[in-house]
């Protein structure tokens, strides 16, 4: 078995939220909680050719006798960072672009436009907003098999989208507009 190998940070600088858990960790399939999301790349990102080329230099510190092999062979089988939204096209913005998973043990960085910190109450990010968002790869060869996966260090919101199924945009305080004291009573449930 080879040694783990980490890679350098890589900035994807337009990516679509989906399946987030950045505020909470979740547990899938019984595997340890872990922070994550699904960051869905247009495939004209540089960010695919930037994601491609971190994976074949962490093959070859990973694997520096058979890295080319190994890569071919995590491709092929779908256990690079990368993938082809078709293997997710039944859910909303997958087809016809890429998407990397991206998990962490560590609550990642969450901050706005402007850099501030976000919580989960400020409704700020959600499954179907644009983030910029800040990864990096990791090689795995162990009893579990031969991988290159995606640590999720942060997201930035960058803008509003058609929120996902299942997920929406928080109403706005403009949304909303002063009422008389009668107005908006009618349909009030008991």
């Given at each position: ?26 547990s ?8 994550g999301?699904?960051?869905i ?59 990397v998973?991206?998990?962490?043990k ?44 995606a ?40």
């Open positions: 078995m080879a040694k783990s190998v980490t890679g350098e940070r890589i900035i994807i600088p337009e990516a679509r939220l989906a399946f987030p858990d950045l505020f909470v960790a979740r899938i399939e019984g595997g340890p909680a872990q922070f999301a699904n960051l790349i247009s495939p004209n990102s540089p960010a695919i050719a930037a994601i491609r080329a971190e994976e074949a230099r962490l093959a070859k510190l990973a694997w520096p006798d058979k890295a080319d092999a190994m890569l071919e062979m995590i491709r092929a089988k779908n256990n690079g960072a990368v993938h082809s939204g078709a293997l997710k096209a039944k859910y909303d913005g997958f087809a016809d672009n890429f998407f998973s991206a998990n962490i560590t609550r990642p960085t969450i901050v706005d436009r402007n850099g501030s910190p976000l919580t989960e109450a400020d409704g700020k990010i959600y499954s179907g907003c644009y983030v910029l968002a800040h990864i990096s790869l990791w090689t795995m060869d162990n009893q579990y098999g031969q991988k290159i996966n640590n999720l260090l942060g997201v930035q919101f960058l803008r509003d989208g058609d929120a996902f199924s299942g997920g929406a945009a928080p109403s706005a305080v403009e949304d909303f507009k002063p009422l008389d004291a009668d107005e908006g009573l009618g349909g009030v449930m008991d």
